[in-house]
């Protein structure tokens, strides 16, 4: 079992930047494939980005290519997500997610996480 917890969320106006911070406890992350995930009322969780478990590669959706980078510190057991020039349009609520043992093809083919944080807000004003 992983527990994922989420921090970094807030404030921020159009073109700032932030960096999520996602802690696991219960195992190490070093097996697993991660992910963020975000999500606005009345709206289905959409994809964000995603790592390999040894960083060798990663995956964007469009709207967040070339403004997010996502990274991972194995030994630290976290995994991190910088946001550069932040829209109003990326305010949602950010998920932390781990992939159970899946192929990384699975992954960007859209496989759902076995595991979830609680998620932490981002609001981005105009």
């Known amino acids: 079992q992983v527990q994922l917890v989420e921090s970094g969320g807030g404030l921020v106006q159009a073109g700032g930047s932030l960096r999520l911070s996602c802690a696991a406890s219960g195992r190490t992350l070093g097996s697993y494939h991660m992910g963020w995930f975000r999500q606005v009322p009345g709206k289905e969780r959409e994809f964000v980005a995603a790592i390999f478990w040894s960083s060798i590669s990663t995956y964007y959706t469009d709207s967040v290519q070339g403004r997010f980078t996502i990274s991972r510190d194995n030994a630290k057991n976290t995994v991190y997500l910088q946001m550069n020039n932040l829209k109003p349009e990326d305010t949602a609520v950010y998920y932390c997610?781990?992939?159970?043992?899946?192929?990384?093809?699975?992954?960007?083919?859209?496989?759902?996480?076995?595991?979830w944080g609680q998620g932490t807000q981002v609001t981005v004003s105009s």
């Open positions: 997610a781990a992939y159970g043992p899946q192929s990384w093809s699975a992954v960007v083919g859209g496989t759902s996480p076995s595991y």
